[in-house]
């Protein structure tokens, strides 16, 4: 099923497809070129980015440039609500999902459970209201499947991290993509992708939900059979049922629409052109994405937002009279918006290349020069010995990684992720290592780490993943609020103008950026 | 729950839509309404009309928000705004001086060419208006230079210059030990941001000759403005010269380009200016330029449009060759 909200090309103008990706070169991999200006390649996206592009092209260019996340949204008002409430819903449904499938609990028992989770989660009285209300929506149609766990008890994992470097659309231009898939039931072969947005009498599913289920599915299809069945148990996963499931009804998704190509391959166009370096290509993009902004049967304008986009108020932000050069002040703050970008990516989106070629590259001499440069590094990959619980685990840490290891963890802001299985493939994780437990001693190379979100223990043991990585990262993601709090500084004003005349930092940025004066006040204990 | 919601527009911290008044706020000259967003909790005021009645005030915004949705969609000045009419609407309209009606269609708008009241002229709705009326007034007067030939050579170079000053002089070698030693002591030196302006100065002369006289004027340029300056600068001259040269002949080979990249920094000036913040007029004016550029040079605009997505690429193309150099890139840029 698709959405009819699709009827086709209407406002959006066609762009020109990409004859090829900007992919890094070998010596961008491994590191033996000094990462100055703009980099030579694109961003590794994530299936949220092709979303948002599809949604609105210049929605990407706000998230590249002032550090906006996500723009896609659901229809409800309260949107900073709606987003907590999503996840929790999804955490809620794993987690009553495995302690099903664990034996641990009954059908019956989930307003109960729902309770615990929430207290456990320090959620507010009105979110688990809310929660509860879903709930209630959700297991009026699934008390039969959760009964059929019970007795099928089949594997199923949560929020599964994929990323390939093989991803093709129509064309057959290989591009990287990256994303998390929320379930995956390799018993009844089923993926599915968990939303609250929708409204009980819907026949169709979200918008642009499906699209991101056939992203999600056309990244773990590109993926090698063996990377895939070594982590969840099975090889092809090409013929497995999409749904995109609300608390009101589930939506088989067609994987052949050829819409879905036309998008994908749209927005890697957008994605290329608002990511590059090449200040002239950027600036013929900006006014393109401008002029293409909406989806693509509606435009989005002044008083006529798209409500579905988050991302509205930064283009049709407040408008104030004060500061005066607020233009030639962002002409001076577009500079540093670029140069923070391109931290990201040779940061953070590096990385991602690195470990992505690392396990899909055909050049295995290539591959193994990138894990000798990585690990000790970047990753640490270390064995999983036993879960203590839910979120506790017991590592193994090979003798060679142990001092690095030592000396990351002296490191107070360090930014760890544990992935169970590959990088391709896996459960990526926040994880803290516990180093206080009395399991752990580095020394003898045994660490206990305590991992956040759900892991379903018995779906790891049935298959044992030993083999994890532990994935440690700079916090590259400052960059995206100190993006954020420019964009704000740029936009920013007071509503009243009597006071915004007066106003120390608005002279300031006036004088600054413009011809205003400044002068300090004397006081009155000064001579004059 | 529908009346709560957009009671005025959207919250301008975190966008949602969830708003509802919460009181009035008097001062002197004018009373303000003050608005709570029941997502974040931010408060914030909008100006209330007073000399003007809320119904009057509320077609004003309507009109003024189709006018925006109009050129958004790049409707000319003339086309822009009209909003159909009902009697009522006719009765309010007359009695304000700066709407213009339409008794035929029974429509009306707000007259572009008046002033507007400082009531309304301080809503989002106003400051986006005059935005656009600033970018077309812009339009205007680069449309009035480039009539004339003289002043629309000056205008290039006046553009190219201002390109030349803003530009970012980074440099960059194959390999370290490449860049000759007096090179790189001058440009790591604390007074390379002075040095630097002399050197944007020789750079935009030159290529401003070039254009003019022609490629066979690059060396007389060259010669006459080294000679005036300190031995090191000279250095760095005599170093890049071959890949300047390449950069002149390619711009010389491509006019078009040379002159969008002079008039749209030109144009740009104007914008900064004028205050002009609405990015939807912004790429007006920067659309404009495009089309005036294409047919002064008898080209397609989407020619043009690829061409100048090209340029980072042409440029490195050209110095590939060469062991170090400037970094191009950052200094022939579009400022948009």
Not at chain 1, 151 to 160: A, D, I, K, Y
Not at chain 2, 38 to 63: D, F, R, T
Not at chain 2, 234 to 249: A, V
Not at chain 2, 292 to 309: M, T
Request: hydrophobic residues 40%; aromatic residues 12%; proline residues 4%.
């Amino acid at each position: 099923m698709t959405s009819l909200r699709y009827p086709g090309r209407q406002v959006r103008e066609l762009r020109v497809p990409l004859p090829q990706w900007r992919w890094p070169r070998r010596d961008h991999l491994l590191e033996q070129v000094y990462r100055r200006g703009p980099p030579p390649f694109n961003p590794f996206p994530s299936v949220q980015d092709i979303v948002d592009a599809a949604l609105c092209p210049y929605a990407v260019f706000h998230k590249f440039y002032h550090g906006y996340h996500g723009a896609l949204i659901g229809l409800r008002g309260d949107e900073g609500e709606g987003i907590q409430l999503g996840h929790h819903f999804h955490n809620f449904i794993s987690f009553l999902k495995t302690e099903i499938i664990a034996g641990r609990a009954r059908p019956d028992d989930a307003q109960s459970l729902l309770g615990r989770y929430c207290s456990s989660q320090h959620v507010d009285v009105d979110t688990e209201n809310s929660l509860r209300s879903y709930l209630r929506y959700w297991l009026r149609r699934k008390r039969e499947s959760l009964e059929q766990l019970r007795s099928q008890m089949p594997r199923v994992f949560f929020e599964v991290h994929v990323a390939s470097i093989n991803v093709t659309f129509a064309r057959g231009v290989r591009f990287p993509l990256s994303g998390i898939i929320d379930e995956i039931d390799t018993t009844n072969r089923k993926i599915i992708e968990r939303t609250l947005r929708g409204r009980e009498d819907d026949v169709e599913p979200p918008f642009l939900k499906d699209f991101q289920l056939w992203l999600l599915w056309k990244i773990i299809s590109s993926i090698d059979g063996d990377a895939i069945r070594e982590v969840l148990g099975c090889i092809d996963l090409r013929d497995y049922e999409l749904i995109v499931e609300t608390p009101y009804r589930d939506f088989r998704i067609d994987k052949n629409n050829p819409q879905f190509n036309e998008w994908a391959e749209d927005a890697f166009s957008w994605i290329n052109d608002l990511a590059t370096g090449n200040h002239s290509r950027l600036a013929i993009a900006i006014s393109e994405a401008w002029r293409n902004r909406g989806f693509y049967n509606r435009p989005c304008r002044y008083g006529e937002e798209i409500e579905e986009c988050m991302m509205r108020n930064a283009c049709y932000y407040r408008r104030r009279r004060y500061p005066e050069r607020r233009s030639a002040l962002r002409s001076d703050l577009r500079r540093l918006y670029y140069a923070l970008f391109n931290e990201q990516i040779w940061k953070h989106d590096l990385i991602l290349y690195q470990l992505a070629y690392m396990e899909q590259c055909p050049d295995i001499a290539l591959r193994n020069e990138l894990r000798r440069l990585l690990v000790g590094k970047s990753i640490f990959p270390v064995k999983v010995i036993e879960p203590l619980n839910g979120e506790n685990f017991v590592l193994r840490i090979d003798e060679h990684l142990r001092g690095p290891l030592s000396e990351v963890i002296q490191d107070e802001v360090v930014n760890l992720d544990i992935v169970f299985g590959s990088f391709s493939v896996g459960l990526r994780r926040r994880a803290h290592l516990d180093i206080d437990n009395p399991r752990s001693n580095i020394r003898n190379g045994q660490i206990v780490v305590s991992v956040e979100g759900p892991i379903n223990v018995e779906g790891l043991n049935a298959l044992l993943i030993r083999d994890s990585l532990l994935l440690r990262e700079e916090p590259w993601f400052l960059k995206r609020l100190v993006q954020r709090s420019l964009f704000y500084l740029e936009k920013w004003g007071l509503d009243r103008d009597d006071r915004a005349r007066a106003h120390v930092t608005i002279r300031f940025i006036d004088t600054l950026f413009g011809s205003g004066r400044f002068r300090a006040r004397v006081e009155d204990h000064e001579p004059h | 729950m529908r009346d709560l919601r957009r009671a005025r527009g959207i919250c301008p911290k975190c966008g949602s839509s969830y708003v509802i008044k919460y009181g009035k706020f008097k001062l002197k000259e004018k009373t303000l309404q003050k608005y709570r967003c029941k997502n974040c909790k931010h408060v914030w005021y909008e100006g209330v009309a007073e000399s003007i009645s809320p119904q009057a005030y509320e077609l004003i915004l309507n009109m003024l928000r189709m006018f925006i949705k109009d050129m958004d969609l790049r409707k000319s000045l003339d086309d822009a705004g009209w909003l159909p009419l009902n009697e009522e609407d006719l009765r309010l309209v007359r009695e304000l001086n700066f709407c213009e009606v339409d008794y035929e269609n029974m429509r009306g708008r707000i007259n572009p060419l008046s002033k507007l009241p400082e009531e309304v002229l301080s809503t989002d709705e106003g400051l986006i208006f005059s935005d656009y009326i600033k970018s077309m007034s812009i339009i205007k007067e680069v449309y009035g230079v480039c009539r004339d030939e003289k002043k629309y050579c000056d205008a290039i170079t006046n553009g190219l210059k201002l390109m030349f000053q803003r530009a970012k002089y980074a440099f960059w070698e194959k390999e370290g030990g490449f860049m000759p030693d007096e090179v790189r002591s001058l440009i790591l030196n604390p007074q390379w941001i002075r040095i630097s302006e002399k050197f944007s100065n020789f750079l935009a002369e030159s290529l401003i000759s070039t254009i003019i006289y022609g490629p066979s004027s690059i060396l007389s340029v060259y010669k006459n403005v080294i000679e005036k300056e300190n031995s090191n600068l000279l250095k760095i001259f005599d170093n890049i010269k071959p890949q300047w040269d390449k950069i002149l002949k390619y711009f010389y080979e491509h006019s078009e380009l040379i002159e969008f990249l002079g008039l749209v920094w030109f144009t740009f000036k104007k914008v900064e200016e004028y205050g002009v913040d609405y990015l939807g007029a912004r790429t007006l004016v920067f659309d404009e330029i495009v089309k005036i550029v294409a047919k002064k040079k008898g080209i397609k605009e989407e020619d043009l449009r690829s061409k100048l997505r090209e340029i980072s690429e042409d440029l490195d193309q050209l110095i590939e060759e060469e062991s170090w150099g400037v970094s191009w890139n950052d200094v022939f840029t579009i400022p948009w």
